[in-house]
């Protein structure tokens, strides 16, 4: 199955740690993704990671990976205002479709 | 880097009429195309893989018949909605794959068509 899900909404206060949550069903995608929406704008992508590796800090963000779970999650240290957006975790389940989570609407709040 | 190009951003139309949405990349050619649909607090659903000079594919649940999907070129692919409703209602998003850039950096996105069907 291709399916992927995420919880709706993240509420965080700034200067704290996001940390958006990711399941997929797929086992087969050689990449996961992280992208971000701003509101009514199209998608921006954010960071990925290889379906080999276990971690990934890139800047404020850090993406692990649970292969046995098939769990993704996206942290964001030191979260801003800037930040408050719709992020989307991605697979692309052995063929070029970009299959997308069902989004997290983060609201950071001073 | 790659830039995709959606026209247009907004459209309001009358129930019964068509509307066409069309994605454009600019500076590089996509051998494949994809139209998004995107639902209030909800997924991002596929809705066709457009390849240039093909029929598209639809997935399950996409009515061909409604949408229509054109990909005449490499640069160009357009989405047509026709006889809308107000259930077509929806924000609608196009993604273009660019074979050079690999299965990360590859997918370059659109910035969206809000249609409103009154």
């Known amino acids: 199955g291709e399916d992927v899900e995420q919880s709706l909404f993240l509420s965080v206060r700034e200067g704290d740690s996001s940390v958006i949550n990711c399941t997929y069903t797929d086992s087969s995608s050689t990449y996961l993704y992280w992208y971000k929406q701003e509101p009514g704008a199209g998608l921006q992508l954010l960071t990925y990671i290889f379906s080999n590796m276990d971690m990934k800090q890139d800047q404020r963000l850090t993406v692990l990976l649970n292969k046995k779970d098939k769990h993704l999650s996206l942290r964001i240290a030191d979260t801003q205002t800037g930040d408050s957006a719709i992020y989307f975790c991605?697979?692309?389940?052995?063929?070029?479709?970009?299959?997308f989570g069902t989004g997290t609407r983060l609201q950071v709040f001073p | 880097g790659a830039v995709v190009s959606q026209h247009p951003s907004r459209v309001i139309c009358k129930s019964g009429t068509s509307v066409k949405i069309e994605c454009r990349s600019l500076d590089f050619q996509a051998t494949t195309m994809f139209w998004y649909r995107q639902f209030p607090k909800k997924s991002l659903m596929l809705m066709a893989t457009?390849?240039?000079?093909?029929?598209?594919?639809?997935e399950q649940g996409v009515e061909k018949d409604k949408f229509l999907i054109n990909h005449a070129s490499l640069t160009l692919s357009t989405l047509t909605v026709t006889s809308a409703h107000p259930e077509d209602s929806s924000f609608y998003i196009c993604s273009a794959r660019n074979p050079r850039e690999g299965w990360v950096y590859g997918y370059t996105f659109g910035s969206g068509t809000r249609l409103t069907v009154v």
């Open positions: 457009s390849n240039e000079g093909s029929k598209a594919t639809y």
């Open positions: 991605a697979e692309t389940p052995n063929t070029d479709k970009l299959i």
